[in-house]
Each structure stands twice: as structure tokens, then as C-alpha cells.
């Protein structure tokens, strides 16, 4: 046995550096395998998926509608919930639930706008 507490040789009682190093490769192959199925496998959608979605959904498009009514609808906000309804349809609500997330924040960005330019114009035109 070596200093470093392997085997050197073969059928001296312990296992080989070598043999330890397969062992390692074999569990770590293994691993990175079972952890490829289980984050490509198909998830099944809940009903929790559903009404996270419908629920981020709503928010969106109330946020969506406080920008139009002050003039400050961003372009793609629409287009995004019309993509995040397709998403859901399909199933696909975890997507579907980002894409609304991003267009609430586009809205409320939009509002907030609003109000920024509703005070700027004073400083622009009254100095």
C-alpha cells in the first residue's frame, strides 16, 4: 500500500486508485443522468399552475389597462399576454406565468411613466 493509502498493485486486499476513480465516474454518470430525466421529463400542469397563472395574468392586464388609460400602454406589453394566453393554453404555465410577470412590470413602468411626464413638462416649460 502506498502512502497515500491506495493499492498500488492488484489483489493486495484494498481497491486500486484506479478502480475507486471508475466507481466515482460510474455514480457520477449515473447522477447527471437521473438529473437530466427528471428536469426534461414532462411536468404534469395542476391546478395550482392554472390559477398562479390566471392569477398573475389578471394582475397583468389590470396593470396593462392603468397604463392605457393614462397614455403610457408600452408596445409589447399586449403582445406578451397574447403570447402568455397561447403558453397557457398549451399547458405550458410556469412560461405562461413569466411572460405575465414581465408584462405587469412593462405596465406598471408605464404608469409610472405617466406620472414622471405628468411632473417633467413643468420643469421643461416653466423655468
Known amino acids: 500500500m502506498s502512502a497515500t493509502g491506495f493499492a498500488i498493485g492488484r489483489g493486495q486486499g484494498a ?7 471508475r466507481g466515482v465516474l460510474a455514480l457520477s454518470v449515473a447522477g447527471i443522468a437521473l438529473a437530466t ?9 395542476s391546478a395550482a399552475d392554472a390559477a ?17 388609460a393614462a397614455g403610457f400602454e408600452w408596445r409589447d406589453v399586449k403582445k406578451m399576454l397574447k403570447q402568455a394566453k397561447k403558453l397557457a393554453d398549451k399547458g405550458e404555465y410556469e412560461q405562461a406565468e ?30
Do not use: C, H
Open 15 to 21: 481497491p486500486t486508485m484506479m478502480g475507486r476513480m
Open 37 to 45: 430525466l427528471v428536469a426534461t421529463a414532462p411536468r404534469v400542469a
Open 98 to 127: 413569466q411572460l405575465a410577470i414581465e408584462a405587469k412590470m412593462q405596465a406598471d413602468l408605464g404608469v409610472k411613466q405617466a406620472e414622471s411626464q405628468a411632473e417633467a413638462w413643468r420643469s421643461a416649460v416653466l423655468r
Open 52 to 68: 398562479t397563472f390566471q392569477a398573475a395574468y389578471e394582475n397583468a392586464q389590470a396593470s396593462r389597462k392603468n397604463a392605457a
